[in-house]
């Protein structure tokens, strides 16, 4: 028996959308082409991903990442910050599926920052700002509290993200972390409203994504 011909990041990004049903444009599969052509050129010296094959990249980069944009409120303009942005995710794949939304993506590690600023031009995302530094609770943030939405991407603890969170977003803003189903991380969710003010919290799981995902959600 033949085996299949392997499957290349262009055709596994337009069949895991389409299997989950969510829309991609030309344009959008094309920016989320580019930029994960350049993230596996990148990483064959840098260390960016340890995910290399092209349905794992669609699905659990890609994917991922855009899937949240269906569990907050995001209006067009919203002021958006990627809270350690590593290889791009959520935040860059967010500003290419949403080129109306403005989008931060902080970063403290130099190599990756230097890809994320490579990888503008070649997504064409003309509404992201690269910003290298360490974010941390007692430092000044600029446009601090002007932040409509705070993304977040299996990196930092939730109870971290509420204090941030508290400082940078707007009344009414969102915080979407994503997380593994983790009882800790759901209990730290379940105390934002006494701790941080948050008006509304939710441990959301999404079917399309895989089995142990989930969304920490808080509007504060």
Same mark, same amino acid.
């Given at each position: ?16 959308? @389409? =299997? %989950?049903? $969510?829309?991609?444009? *030309?344009?959008?599969?094309? /920016?989320? !082409? &580019? ?15 340890r995910i290399v094959e ?10 991922? @990442? =855009? %899937?949240? $944009?269906?569990?907050? *409120?995001?209006?067009?303009? /919203?002021? !958006? &910050? ?30 990756? =920052?230097?890809? $994320? ?82 008006r509304i919290v939710e441990w959301r799981s999404d ?14």
């Open positions: 028996m033949t085996a299949a011909p392997p499957v290349s990041v262009a055709e596994a990004i337009r069949e895991a959308f @389409s =299997a %989950a049903s $969510l829309p991609l444009s *030309d344009r959008q599969a094309r /920016a989320f !082409t &580019a930029h994960a052509e350049l993230m596996l050129r990148w990483n064959r010296t840098h260390n960016l991903t092209p349905v794992e990249i669609a699905r659990r980069h890609f994917l991922d @990442s =855009a %899937a949240v $944009l269906d569990h907050v *409120d995001a209006p067009s303009g /919203a002021l !958006t &910050a990627d809270i350690g942005s590593g290889a791009g995710f959520p935040g860059l794949a967010v500003a290419a599926y949403r080129p109306d939304l403005r989008v931060r993506l902080f970063e403290s590690s130099s190599k990756k =920052a230097s890809f $994320l600023m490579a990888a503008l031009p070649a997504v064409g995302s003309g509404n992201v700002q690269v910003e290298h530094t360490r974010l941390t609770i007692g430092a000044s943030i600029a446009d601090g509290g002007a932040y409509d939405l705070i993304l977040s991407r299996y990196t930092s603890p939730l109870e971290w993200l509420g204090r941030l969170s508290r400082r940078m977003l707007k009344s009414g803003g969102w915080l979407a972390a994503h997380k593994f189903d983790d009882a800790d991380e759901r209990e730290a969710l379940a105390r934002f409203p006494a701790e941080f003010g948050a079917a399309r994504l895989d089995a142990r995902r989930r969304f920490a959600l808080a509007q504060f």
